[in-house]
């Protein structure tokens, strides 16, 4: 892992329009899902995405793909030597560069489609933009990449409809990878699997990143996954950044209030640790209409009244170690 | 065993098969466990465990071409005797007295349990009001509609939602969903049941809500003193809520005990590669360990132990003929493997 | 291999890896194939096309053929055995006519004493297969004298033939009027569901007006419209023009909605990122899931073109003699004489219910097959 950028997102935006109730009546306001992210995505790394619901993390990894449309801000890919402006493409040029970065979906049952056969299925990042037209190129790819999946070579003639849970997030993953993307986006890949299962399937993932020197933005709610799998970690609530930095550091010396609550909450299987959850105020506010100043305010155990004027800037306060908090440095110590 | 301890619920053989185009899928076989009074009995396993079907099964809310064996018993212990419900009529007044009444249960997706065109209000007060017998024997009085009022709002308040006079107006859609799951706790527990089936009530939720909830049902088991069968996959959430687990594969329970103890020296082999598989907080970036393999379609169960296709300690000629039966490993642990039998090695 | 445990192994049957390898078409022919009412359906529906199709050679006599000595006479039942003894040759008695003594009209009186034989594969009237090619067998007849197996009619016409013909027409409006209904409802509902915004907007508005257009007074209005000169090929084709148009709302709805739903499948959104255009996708993963819906949905329309086509040239506003169709068959049973004297003018609304009936069943049982979600009955 070098270090070295791969995805630049600076102050991407996301807001939907809240349509109003009459006939063709205008937006009446916005749900801000994502509200002004800046990360960077190192390249060969696993950048952990976590937050609960409204945290708009499923948003900002699709968006990034531009598999949604997206209100303001920049998303620089670096490859072949060169800086891309993702969000600027159009049509053709759109469709080409796809081959760069790929999802991976949550729900294996309805990822694939159940008319097509497996082999179809990996094939389509190759045949749909024509990159290979060579049927044999494009047969030999898929092979070597269901083997890199542990999918047995006969699968390839079978329907969705034959295969497990497990087995089709393999399909799933194959398909993602059969055209040797740099970015792949993770969107809670395990979360719909069996325990049993769920470890086979990470194991697959930091397996094929090792293989192919894959980069991962691995997006979960599920905090013990995102430490067995991630290199760093971002914490998003309410479409803002709360929190990042080295998976171990967040883990052991987290800094923001929040990221504490959310570790705190976790029921651990392990008889040491004594389930006590910080208690926090109140529900995930309406993403229509964010608290004023720090987005978290309105729930923080340690909420002053700077925290409900300003919001606090998204700054270091250890080495490689950002929060957005006003009281980061007194709440550690 | 003191009165407090005395099993409330006892489940002796049940057998739940399905009659499908497929042919006849067995879901449950041969499952018998205990609630007991103030206790919690987690029941933890993944898809085709069986675990949901088995619970459905207490209170008949099985599907129409669900067949329980006829040697099963389901034994709920009252004031006024014992009644066996595998033997009562499943759509008869004596099952519909005791759901919502002696047993209450909550779901994984509350929008399922309220109806969308009734304010909760209005349907927790049908609930008091159609076990107001049941409801007087237990905490005494007598409900009318008023009554039943304050006593919804009362139980709103009790489970942690503000404003309760005002919710207790709100349709479900109009709630959050930790709200809405508490709304749900809320109507479960209006009628006071002696004993509450969860199944997965925490697994839709994100973990700072989930954290309150087990928090509330917590507190609320040790007011009410009533029985819990808690279901789930989350091995996490049953080290802090259950004091007993019984974990179940592919119809059958595999192994069972204190919590605290069957987590720290698993003695069947799936518990083994379970919480092996776990991913865990603490040990940073790593290579997890699988429990190898699928687990099988319930249309093609194995021959003999249902584990034996994954087990790594499988013994060829033993494993896949005979299943193997529940073997006591002390006072309170018992375990289904052929390495404890009597023909351990 | 033996890390991932992939359950494979030589073990696998032959009857799983059909299974396995079906492809989502073949699953949803075996489903339908264990539909047994389905099935029976799709049996009297295909013996009913045949029977269309291959009217002139099935029919004895041609459709307006006339036999003047056998005037609302009633049916003619093959029989293989009479006081005379068992016959392997199955027979009707032959007709003779009488006069009536007090109306002094001819009546037809059976006569017990002359048998005809039934042949198969007879000469008899030619006519042209198909409108092509010349022919003259017919599947039975009998030699000398005439059969009518379900009776004649006031002017002495065969009713069997004239319903073999009548199945052939009134089914082939269904076909053509659904035909045109469902390509209607699949360019305007699929640019509807496909491209939504304002031009599904615009859409909804033009399907709600053409839904609320009241059918009857459109008909009357059409049918008085209809020059009188026209041929009737071209009535009939107009009524199926018109039977189309105004079909269509019904279905562009429901295919806007399962295109509308299929839009925001995951499987689609996948497609998109793997950099295919529009076209890719509506040809490899649209169409496919479109098509079995709308082979479903043609099965159960047909019931409701039939039955137009039926109530109208009933009621006189659609097809016109000597064109033959179930409803022209009907209007001639409309008078008191029938209903007492000749009720066998009534079998056309037999097979009619049947049709409909067979229509319905089949089209449940294919919606059944083709829905992955639906609960299975014990």
Redesign the interface.
Same mark, same amino acid.
């Given at each position: 892992m070098s270090g070295e950028p791969l995805v630049e997102i600076r102050d991407l935006k996301v807001y939907f329009g809240v349509r109003g109730r009459r006939m063709l009546q205008k937006a009446v306001g916005y749900v801000r899902a994502v509200d002004e992210v800046t990360l960077t995505v190192h390249r060969g790394e696993t950048l952990g995405l976590v937050g609960e619901s409204g945290s708009g993390k499923t948003t900002l990894g699709r968006a990034v793909?531009r #598999?949604l449309p997206v209100t303001a801000g920049e998303v620089r890919f670096h490859v072949d030597g060169e800086a891309v402006d993702v969000l600027a493409l159009r049509g053709d040029r759109l469709?080409?560069f796809?081959?760069h970065m790929?999802?991976i &979906?949550q729900?294996p049952y309805?990822?694939?489609?159940?008319?097509? /056969?497996v082999r179809d299925i990996i094939a389509?990042?190759l045949e #749909?933009?024509r990159h290979l037209r060579n049927k044999r190129e494009i047969d030999e790819r898929v092979r070597e990449i269901a083997a890199r999946c542990?999918?047995?070579v006969?699968f390839l003639?079978? &329907?969705p409809?034959?295969f497990s849970g497990g087995?089709r997030q393999r399909i799933?993953i194959a398909?993602a990878l059969v055209a040797n993307p740099e970015f792949v986006v993770c969107d809670e890949a395990v979360s719909a699997l069996d325990v049993s299962i769920q470890a086979?399937i990470l194991n697959?993932l930091m397996d094929l990143q090792q293989e192919l020197g894959t980069t991962y933005l691995f997006i979960t709610h599920d905090l013990s996954v995102v430490a067995q799998i991630s290199d760093r970690v971002a914490v998003l609530y309410l479409g803002r950044l709360m929190e990042l930095g080295p998976t171990a550091e967040i883990f052991a010396r987290p800094k923001h209030p929040y990221t504490r609550a959310l570790l705190s909450a976790i029921p651990r299987v392990e008889p040491e640790h004594r389930f006590d959850p910080v208690k926090l105020r109140g529900e995930i506010p309406d993403p229509a209409h964010p608290p004023q100043g720090c987005r978290f305010s309105t729930r923080c155990p340690f909420v002053r009244d700077r925290c409900r004027e300003e919001d606090p800037a998204f700054r270091e306060i250890a080495r490689d170690h950002f929060a957005a908090c006003h009281f980061a440095e007194e709440l550690a110590g | 065993m003191t009165a407090s301890e005395r099993p409330l619920l006892e489940i002796r053989e049940l057998g739940v098969s399905f009659? /499908?185009?497929e042919g006849m899928v067995r879901a449950v076989d041969g499952v018998s466990f205990v609630a007991r009074q103030g206790r919690t009995l987690g029941i933890v396993g993944e898809s085709g465990s069986g675990k949901s079907v088995a619970t459905k099964a207490v209170i008949r809310l099985l599907p129409?071409?669900a067949r329980i064996d006829p040697g099963s018993a389901i034994l709920l212990r009252r004031d006024d005797g014992e009644v066996d419900i595998a033997g009562l009529p499943a759509k008869g007044r004596e099952v519909r007295r005791l759901r919502g009444g002696d047993i209450g249960m909550i779901f994984q997706e509350p929008m399922a349990s309220f109806s969308p065109v009734y304010t909760i209000g209005n349907q927790m007060m049908e609930a008091i009001l159609e076990h107001r017998d049941h409801l007087a024997r237990r905490i005494g009085g007598s409900f009318d509609r008023k009554t039943a009022r304050e006593h919804a709002i009362r139980m709103l308040e009790r489970v942690g939602m503000s404003n309760a006079r005002l919710r207790i107006d709100q349709y479900p859609h109009e709630l959050s969903g930790g709200m809405r799951q508490r709304a749900m706790i809320a109507l479960a527990l209006s009628t006071h049941p002696s004993l509450l089936i969860a199944d997965e009530p925490t697994t839709a939720l994100d973990v700072t809500i989930q954290a309150q909830i087990l928090d509330l049902m917590l507190e609320l088991q040790q007011e009410l003193g009533m029985a819990m069968l808690f279901i789930t996959h989350d091995m996490g959430v049953i080290a802090q809520i259950a004091e007993d687990v019984a974990v179940m594969y592919l119809g059958r329970i595999v192994e069972r005990g204190p919590t605290r103890e069957v987590i720290r020296e698993p003695a069947h082999p799936y518990t083994r590669g379970l919480l092996a598989a776990l991913p865990r907080l603490d040990t940073g970036r790593r290579r997890l360990t699988?429990v190898?393999?699928?687990i099988?379609s319930p249309l093609q169960r194995p021959a003999g132990c249902p584990f034996h /296709?994954?087990c790594p300690q499988r013994m060829p000629g033993l494993c896949d003929r005979l299943v193997p039966g529940d073997t006591p490993l002390d006072a309170t642990r018992s375990v289904a493997c052929h390495l404890y039998g009597e023909g351990a090695p | 291999? #033996? #890390?991932?445990?992939?359950?494979?192994g030589p073990g696998r049957s032959a009857e799983e890896l059909r299974?396995? /390898?079906?492809?989502?078409w073949e699953?949803v022919w075996w489903r339908l194939c264990?539909h047994r009412a389905a099935m029976a359906g799709a049996f009297v529906l295909a013996l009913f096309a045949l029977l269309g199709i291959f009217a002139d050679f099935v029919a004895p006599y041609g459709g307006t053929s006339r036999d003047r000595d056998y005037i609302y006479g009633p049916p003619q039942i093959p029989r293989f055995w009479d006081d005379k003894g068992f016959s392997f040759r199955p027979f009707v008695y032959a007709l003779k006519t009488e006069r009536d003594p007090v109306t002094l009209r001819k009546i037809a009186k059976i006569d017990t004493d002359t048998r005809r034989y039934i042949s198969f594969f007879v000469a008899g009237e030619p006519y042209r297969l198909f409108g092509l090619v010349p022919a003259n067998t017919h599947l039975f007849g009998v030699e000398e004298g005439r059969i009518h197996l379900f009776g004649t009619d006031d002017l002495g016409r065969d009713v069997f033939s004239r319903l073999m013909f009548a199945t052939g027409v009134s089914l082939s409006i269904g076909v053509l009027g659904v035909l045109l209904a469902e390509g209607l409802a699949l360019v305007i509902g699929g640019i509807a569901g496909y491209f939504g915004g304002w031009i599904d907007y615009a859409i909804q508005r033009l399907t709600e007006v053409v839904r609320v257009i009241p059918v009857i007074p459109l008909y009357m209005g059409l049918a008085a419209a209809f020059p009188r000169e026209w041929s009737n090929i071209q009535v009939y084709f107009a009524m199926t023009i018109i039977l189309g148009l105004v079909g269509w709302p019904t279905l562009a709805r429901r295919l806007r909605s399962h295109l509308l739903a299929q839009r925001n499948?995951?499987?689609v959104?996948?497609?998109?990122?793997?950099?295919?255009?529009s076209a890719?996708i509506i040809r490899?993963?649209m169409l496919?899931?479109f098509t079995s819906y709308i082979i479903v949905d043609v099965v159960i329309s047909f019931p409701y073109v039939i039955l137009s086509e039926t109530a109208l040239s009933f009621i006189g506003l659609g097809l016109r003699p000597p064109t033959i169709s179930w409803g022209i068959l009907l209007q001639e049973a409309q008078n008191v004489r029938a209903i007492e004297q000749a009720p066998w003018l009534f079998l056309p609304a037999l097979f009619v219910i049947v049709a409909v009936l067979a229509f319905t069943v089949l089209g449940d049982g294919l919606r059944d097959a083709a829905d992955?979600y639906a609960v299975?009955?014990?």
């Open positions: 793909l #598999a469709r080409r796809r081959r790929q999802l &979906f729900d309805a990822s694939l489609d159940p008319r097509m /056969t389509e990042p #749909a933009p542990r999918l047995n006969e003639r079978r &329907f409809h034959a087995q799933g398909r086979d697959l | 009659d /499908t185009d129409a071409n699988p190898p393999g699928d099988p /296709t994954r | 291999m #033996a #890390a991932a445990g992939l359950p494979e299974y396995y /390898t079906a492809s989502q699953l264990r499948e995951d499987y959104l996948a497609a998109r990122l793997a950099g295919a255009s890719w490899k993963h496919p899931s992955p299975r009955k014990s």
